[in-house]
């Protein structure tokens, strides 16, 4: 048996879980084109995902690096977002011991510690747009609110380009309702 | 060219259309469909043909009867249609029409695991349709090795006149990564040879100094034959053993008289590794991250990835074995190219790491197959 | 006797000379009359045999293209349909005709025969049906009538025969057309009409396989399943005439459907005109 971690240092690994059609694939997408387009460093994003469109478990991985980036997948999760309750059961336990944990807190009721930060993600979304389709957008706001894994221009720049037309505007309300959710924790945290 | 974040089934498509594919057939299977849904759109603008047929038999025989009509033709799929699609990639060897089929493999026997990577075709590409064949296959481990194999593989379809399959898997078909793709025009592409000789003199499946005839499409004048069955120089059926040896011995040549062009691998740090990770397709991945965690724990291990996994890099593997003491091959089947490296190491040289589950082999599974 | 000197000459005009004579079908086969009718179609309409191609797949029928002098395609069982789809999307100037058996097209090609069919896929596709595997030895097909025998059904047929032309109506050709090999210029010219209709055009040419079908089922010699074929085949006009009862016993002659509209290459070529158009606009 192998002792210690087998990551390299300087991976920073995300691992957005939850259910088919919550647009985590895409969440995953747009936080690792930040990454690697707009902040210049390198970046995978893989998935694994349900024989179903829509339902389903879901799960988008990104791993970011100033370094090559070779295993593309998790090794253990610097930071998980959970969109389910399933999600957070499963996943939990892969979650480095100081990693971050996010979950939605309209879909998840039993959390496994009390240094989760609790974001009631869907509600904000539907607040902010009008639409639960974007909450998505809203976790990514949370995400890099958070931790500053990416820069806000490029999280920015990263949805406007993968909005649909016509959604952009929409997508930066979301995205913004995120980043605000983020400002309140931390001040909770440090106050 | 300015840096893209993308698919890897996203380069396989925009690769062949670099490469000159103007003709896709196909029929809709995770995880590859992305390569038809993105040619669909295409392909008409640049004057090339997309058609999805009614099952993944009748897509490869749509790429033949295309290749022999002038265009450069591909399909894509994955395990249960690349299964289907074994007899004609028989038909496209025997009658040396150029062809590329990608199979983005997914985890099986049967219809497993969709959505699941796997490494579980490997013999399947090498002997999946019946009888003695050459037949060229490529395993890209990156999105940007996609984009290049798949040049790569209709170059050497349209160079040695032969069907090339890309053996992708779901990893590298659906990873995203930052890619800057060249300019079309600083990528080398290889088309059919022509003939210069009038009809009347053109032989289809002659003898020619680099063993590969030249191939006139259909239309043009030459009004030759082409059949699955044996065939004499011109095309025509024959039983006649004269006939048939100086073929058998001819497709094999064109292949392994050519090796230093077909072969491809990559080695790091491999002189005097007493440790050789080996490895193809995403599974190189895991094989060089170990690689790398091992060196860091002063092991002396090195690293090679094969790119052409048939021909199988025989020679390669020899000296590998030659000064290292043990020899790695992760695969995310139970044990299929490692019967390769087995035949040309021996066995007690080679360890193998296998999973066919559907997940990934980790890092540190093969950090443990090095250190233990 | 002159016409039948230049039909000879005309049929001799397009054989390959050069290899695999005398033919590997049987004498007194039929298939040997549907190429003959297919060349007779293609020389009165002159078309360019550099732009011919024949494409086949297995079987009795399957070795027909070897022997004339077009581009030619002996493909693998059942997927002649599925090869010439690819070539005639290629090459849209080609006239793509696909010779099948009735098993070659209906059993292990008959998912590519329907979808050629619905697509309107603008090829040629010409049946010869003998009701039989031939060439491997006399095995029930799908066009085996019910009661027949075959090798495969020493106990007679059960299993109820496939109405081609039916079939292709109905799966969306845009031409079907049946005659036999008796009826030999009848024959050419409804292979002239498929050729010269856009779309999926159909063809049934009834033949017989005395080698096998009709020693198994003591229907004579060559000549007699011949005679049966004149006696027991009627025009359309001839069978309007009769009780449906009656008209169940005849092969019914003639063009059973001929429809104008687009067939897949022209559909396509929109596609391309609107891709190119968005492209440059």
Known sequence: ?191 | MTAQFMQGNTACAEGALVAGCRFFAGYPITPSSEIAEILSYRLPALGGKFIQMEDEIASLAAVIGASVGGMKAMTATSGPGFSLMQENIGYAAMTEIPCVIVNVQRTGPSTGLPTSPAQGDVMQSRWGTHGDHPIIVLSPSSVMETFRLTVTAFNFSEKYRTPVILLMDEVVAHMREKVDLPAPEQVEVVDRIQTNVPPEWYFPYEETASDVPPLVSFGQGFRYHITGLFHDVRGFPTERLDEIQPWLKRVFAKINNNLSDILMYEEEDTRGARTVVLAYGSTARSARHAVRLARARRHKAGFCKLLTIWPFPEEAVERLAHTAKRIVVPEMNLGQLALEVERVAGRHKVRRVNRADGEMITPQQILEAIEG | MHTELREKHEIYDYLRHSKKFPVMWCAGCGIGIVLGAIIRAIDRMGLDRDRVAMVSGIGCTGRMPVYVDFNTMHTTHGRALAFATGLKLARPDMYVLVVMGDGDALAIGGNHFIHAARRNMDLTAIVVNNNIYGMTGGQYSPTTPLHMRATTAPYGNIEPPFPLCELAKAAGASFVARSTVYHATELDRLIEQAIARRGFSVVEAVSYCHTTYGRLNRLGAAVDMMRWLKENSVTLAQAEKMSPEERETKIVRGILLDREGPGYVDLYDEIIRQAKAAENG
């Open chain 1, 1 to 191: 048996m192998v002792k210690g971690t087998t990551k390299a240092p300087g991976r920073y690994e995300i691992r957005l879980a939850g259910e088919g059609g919550q647009g985590l694939i895409l969440a995953g997408v747009i936080l690792a084109e930040a990454a690697a387009i707009y902040d210049g460093k390198n970046a995978a994003q893989t998935q694994s995902y349900g024989p179903e469109a829509r339902g389903g478990a879901s799960k988008s991985e990104v791993v970011i690096s100033e370094g090559e980036i070779d295993y593309p997948k998790v090794i253990e999760a610097d930071l998980l977002l959970a969109m389910s309750q399933e999600a957070c059961d499963k996943y939990y336990h892969n979650l480095k011991r100081d990693g971050i944990l996010i979950v939605d807190s309209v879909n998840v009721s039993r959390v496994p510690t009390s240094k989760a930060y609790r974001v009631p993600i869907t509600r904000l979304a539907e607040e902010a747009t009008g639409r639960r389709l974007v909450a998505n957008v809203v976790s990514l706001g949370v995400i890099v609110g958070l931790t500053g894994i990416v820069s806000r221009q490029a999280i920015e720049a990263a949805v406007s380009a993968r909005a649909p037309r016509g959604t952009k505007e929409l997508n930066l309300r979301a995205l913004e309702a995120g980043f605000r959710a983020a400002e309140e924790l931390k001040a909770q945290v440090t106050g």
